[in-house]
Nanobody, 120 residues
Framework: QVHMVESGGGLVQPGGSLRLSCAAS????????MGWYRQAPGKQRELVAT???????NYADSVKGRFTISRDNAKNTVYLQMNSLKPDDTAVYYC??????????????WGQGTQVTVSS
């Protein structure tokens, strides 16, 4: 089984920065995609960014140029550096792990969520 623990959320002023971390443990297949999703009050959960074990990255248009996703494969940890934060970034942020196994279906693993609040 896989367990994922998030940290780094908090309260910041507009224009501020936060760095989220998510460490996965357990039986983790080395070929996978890790990512960050968020859910704001009254809205659907949306993709923020993903990064594959080979290094390919996708960002939502709303965060391009402001957020940076990275990972440490040796530590099975994914990070999200968030700069120039806006009130619209306020949400619960969830990390995700999707192993890319040569079988179907494959499983998704999720962190517990961490609150990010951007407010003056």
């Amino acid at each position: 089984q896989v367990h994922m623990v998030e940290s780094g959320g908090g309260l910041v002023q507009p224009g501020g920065s936060l760095r989220l971390s998510c460490a996965a443990s357990g039986s983790i297949f080395s070929i996978n995609v890790m990512g960050w999703y968020r859910q704001a009050p009254g809205k659907q959960r949306e993709l923020v960014a993903t990064i594959g074990s080979g290094g390919k990255i996708n960002y939502a248009d709303s965060v391009k140029g402001r957020f940076t996703i990275s990972r440490d494969n040796a530590k099975n940890t994914v990070y999200l550096q968030m700069n120039s934060l806006k009130p619209d970034d306020t949400a619960v942020y969830y990390c995700n792990l999707r192993p890319l196994l040569p079988i179907t279906p494959t499983a998704d693993y999720w962190g517990q969520g961490t609150q990010v609040t951007v407010s003056s």
